[in-house]
């Protein structure tokens, strides 16, 4: 199981700050998809992303027990 961590707007969309994903060994590439299958995330794909509290690309292997965070860009003044 991979636990996921949605901050700001995509907390939002999501309804929760965090879900737990069925799935090990797959592309962060590959979440997004899984993760596009359940919920409206319009800036997915343009979020930053963490797994265990480093930052990754879409291809870092994502494994049982890790957390992925998705940190949508922000704008501020």
């Known amino acids: 199981m991979i636990d996921v961590l949605f901050f700001a707007g995509l907390r939002d969309a999501v309804g929760e700050s965090k879900v ?31 797994i265990n509290e480093e930052y990754a690309t879409d291809d870092a292997i994502v494994e049982n027990g890790d957390v992925v965070a998705f940190i949508p860009p922000v704008s501020g003044g």
């Open 20 to 50: 737990t994903v069925e799935a090990t060994n797959i592309t962060v590439e590959q979440l997004k998809e899984k993760l596009l299958e359940s919920y409206d995330l319009p800036n997915l794909q343009q979020a930053m992303i963490a």
